[in-house]
């Protein structure tokens, strides 16, 4: 609603902020290690975190403040995405795995295997097809979430890659890493297309304009 914003830290809260009045709504402390990933799922009733008790956290922003668990990694959980229609959550962790939930069960769908280092981030086409990682292990991959399949492995960055977008028309795929680029890659060829160079230092987090004619990002430097 371009009312309400979201953070996570390391302190092990989740704060809700009202940006019109500029004020804390409601402070959450129902993790108990540092939260890496915060979000409002689809509907913007929940709340979605995951942190460094390794879990996968739901909880209800409006009614009842219910709270759903999802326990399965072994490790930091620092990527949550959840499908359009939000019957799947889909995390990424520092024990290099990517868990696919079921939201109305509540139970682990299955694990997508085949990074070798953590995985820190993670995006979803529009249509739910396929799902893109970002690995410490530098790597880039795109899974076929029909088959639940590696399809294809992007090379080119030399940092953990922290943050991926996909353009609107599933054209480009542009990421951001630890090695203080941003690349910008062919979605139907998979291939690196070109390299923007800038920042001084790690790279966290990208935002498109609303034309997606440019790339805003955000940096440790």
């Keep these: ?20 009045e500029r004020l804390q709504l409601k402070k959450f402390q129902h993790h108990v290690a540092g939260v890496g ?17 390794s879990t996968v956290r739901v909880l ?3 009614g009842s403040p219910q709270e759903v668990i999802f326990r399965g990694h072994s490790a930091v ?9 939000g019957k799947k959550l889909i995390s990424g962790s520092d024990d290099n795995a990517i868990k696919i939930w079921d939201s109305e069960s509540k139970k682990l769908k299955s694990s997508l295997k085949g990074h070798e280092g953590p995985v820190k981030s993670l995006a979803l086409t529009a249509d739910d097809h396929y799902l893109l990682s970002g690995s410490e292990d530098t790597t880039l991959k795109i899974w076929d979430l029909e088959t639940e399949k590696e399809e294809a492995t992007l090379k080119g960055h030399t940092g953990t890659i922290y943050e991926i977008l996909i353009t609107s028309c599933q054209e480009r795929i542009i990421t ?20 923007l160079r800038g920042h001084s230092y790690w790279i966290n987090t990208l935002a498109l304009t609303p034309d ?3 790339i805003v990002s955000g940096g440790w430097d």
């Excluded at 990933?37 to 008790?53: H, N, P, Q, V």
């Excluded at 959980?77 to 229609?85: G, K, Q, R, W, Y």
């Design 77 to 85: 959980v620092s990527a949550v995405v959840e499908t359009s229609d």
């Design 37 to 53: 990933y915060a979000s409002f799922s689809r509907d913007e009733k929940k709340l979605i975190s995951g942190a460094g008790d």
């Design 60 to 62: 209800n922003l409006e």
């Design 176 to 195: 951001a890493a630890w090695d203080n680029t941003i690349k910008v890659w062919s979605f139907p060829l998979r291939r690196e297309e070109f390299t």
């Design 212 to 214: 997606e004619a440019r």
């Design 1 to 20: 609603d371009n009312r309400r914003a979201i953070t996570a830290s390391n302190d092990s809260t989740v704060r809700l902020w009202d940006l019109q």
